[in-house]
């Protein structure tokens, strides 16, 4: 079992940027493959990026491609996606995910989700 408590969320300027953290408890998190989504309202959740575990590797949403980036620290357990030139647009629900072996973009492929957090980009 893995729990996942995501932190960083906010209000912030468009422009601007935000840092999330996702802390993961439980075994093994280097093999984890551990994701973000965000669903914003009226919509479906959308992928945004992703790490693997293991050897490494990294997907990201056509959406934030060049804005975000998503890292991990196996030693403490930790994801975090630094999301720069914020836009109204990324106002979500984000969500960090994990799953056993293997990086996906596909949240139904994730066995394991945080309860969220927002972030509101202001205009």
């Known amino acids: 079992q893995v729990q996942l408590i995501e932190s960083g969320g906010g209000l912030v300027q468009a422009g601007g940027s935000l840092r999330l953290s996702c802390a993961a408890s439980g075994r093994a998190f280097s093999t984890y493959a551990m994701g973000w989504f965000r669903q914003a309202p009226g919509k479906e959740r959308e992928f945004v990026a992703a790490f693997n575990g293991g050897v490494g590797g990294t997907l990201y949403g056509d959406s934030v491609k060049g804005r975000f980036t998503i890292s991990r620290d196996n030693a403490k357990g930790t994801v975090t996606l630094q999301m720069n030139s914020l836009k109204p647009e990324d106002t979500a629900v984000y969500y960090c995910?994990?799953?056993?072996?293997?990086?996906?973009?596909?949240?139904?492929?994730?066995?394991?989700w945080g309860q969220g957090t927002q972030v509101t980009v202001s205009s």
């Open positions: 995910a994990a799953r056993r072996y293997g990086i996906s973009r596909y949240q139904t492929e994730y066995s394991y």
